[in-house]
C-alpha cells in the first residue's frame, strides 16, 4: 500500500465545489474505504478544532460514483496512515497531512485512478452562511462584554477584549448558524472579566449583539479568507472589511462572501453548568434574504 508524501492541496478554500485529482493512497478504515488524492475541494472536519462538519459530495471515477461519507484528516510519518484520530498535531515537522474521504467499503477505487471530486453545493452554502454568521457574532459579542472587563485584556481586530479568543471551549458550525459556548471560570474572573449579573440579563446581551450584527450586514463588509499556501496545514486566515476595521481570525473553514449574504442574523444565550462552573451558550441564526 503506497502512503502519501505531500499534504493535500484543498481548493474549498476559495468556495471550489468540484475538483480533479489522482488517488494518492487507499486503505481500509473501520467499516469504510479511505481515499486520500492529491488535491481536493471536499472540505473535512479538522483534527484539532472541529468546528465545522465535514461536506456532503461524490466521488467519481470512470462511470462510478460513490458518496462521500464522511471526510477526516489523516496524517502518516510514512509508516502507516493514521485516519481521524492522529497522534500529532496537524503541522507537526516530519508528518504529511491529507484529507481521507471515507467511502462504502466496497467501493471499486484503486491508486492511480483520476476521479472527480464534488461537494454538495447547498449543505456547503448553508455551512459556509453558519460559519461567517459564527465569527460576525463573536466579534459583535466581545463588543458587547467589553464594559465588563476591569483590567487590560488581549484585544480583538475592532479593539474589544477579546472574550471570544480567551474563553471559548467549543464551537459548532450548523447550517445557517452555530453555537459556541464559553466557560466564566475563575481564571476568566482573576483576568478582570466580571459575570456578576450576566445570567439574568441574557436578553440584552442578545439585542445589543443583534443591534452590532444588523449595522454590519446592512453594510455588506466583504469576506474572504487569505492563505499563505495551498496545502491542507497552511496557515488561513477569515478577513471581514468591517466598516470600523479590518477583522481577521484564523480559520480552516468555508464562508460566505460578505455579511450581507447572511441576511437577518439573531443570536440567543443561555447560561448552562459544566460541574460547577458556569458556560455561556451562544445560539446563532442566519436567515438569508434569498
Ligand atoms: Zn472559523
Avoid at 508528518?95 to 474521504?101: G, L, Q
Amino acid at each position: 500500500m503506497g502512503l502519501p508524501d505531500a499534504d493535500t492541496i484543498v481548493t474549498y478554500p476559495t468556495g471550489e465545489l468540484r475538483t480533479i485529482a489522482t488517488v494518492v493512497a487507499v486503505a481500509p478504515h473501520d467499516d469504510r474505504l479511505a481515499v486520500v488524492t492529491d488535491r481536493t475541494s471536499i472540505h473535512p472536519v479538522d483534527a484539532a478544532w472541529p468546528d465545522q462538519p465535514a461536506d456532503a459530495g461524490v466521488l467519481r471515477v470512470g462511470s462510478r460514483e460513490y458518496a462521500i461519507r464522511d471526510a477526516v484528516v489523516a496524517a502518516t510519518d510514512g509508516d502507516e496512515l493514521h485516519v481521524g484520530a492522529l497522534p500529532v498535531r496537524p503541522g507537526t515537522e516530519g508528518w504529511t497531512f491529507v484529507v481521507a474521504h471515507l467511502l462504502d467499503a466496497d467501493a471499486a477505487v484503486a491508486e492511480g485512478d483520476e476521479v472527480e471530486l464534488e461537494a454538495d453545493a447547498a449543505t456547503r452554502r448553508s455551512l459556509s452562511l453558519g460559519h461567517t454568521a459564527c465569527h460576525a457574532a463573536s466579534l459583535a459579542l466581545n463588543r458587547a462584554l467589553a464594559d465588563r472587563w476591569s483590567k487590560a485584556a488581549r484585544e480583538d481586530a475592532l479593539g474589544a477584549p477579546d472574550f471570544d479568543g480567551i474563553a471559548i471551549t467549543s464551537s459548532r458550525i450548523e447550517p445557517m448558524g452555530s453555537v459556541d459556548r464559553y466557560r466564566l471560570n475563575k481564571s476568566l474572573r482573576r483576568a478582570g472579566f466580571d459575570a456578576a449579573g450576566l445570567a439574568d440579563a441574557l436578553d440584552e446581551l442578545a439585542a445589543s449583539v443583534d443591534a452590532t450584527l444588523a449595522g454590519w450586514v446592512d453594510a455588506d463588509a466583504p469576506v474572504r479568507v487569505e492563505r499563505v499556501g495551498d496545502g491542507l496545514t497552511e496557515r488561513r486566515t477569515w478577513v471581514c472589511e468591517l466598516p470600523d476595521a479590518s477583522a481577521r481570525i484564523p480559520c480552516g473553514g468555508t464562508h460566505a462572501g460578505s455579511l450581507g449574504e447572511l441576511g437577518a442574523v439573531h443570536v440567543s444565550f443561555a447560561m448552562e453548568d459544566d460541574g460547577g462552573t458556569p458556560v455561556l451558550a451562544m445560539t446563532t441564526r442566519s436567515t438569508p434574504a434569498t
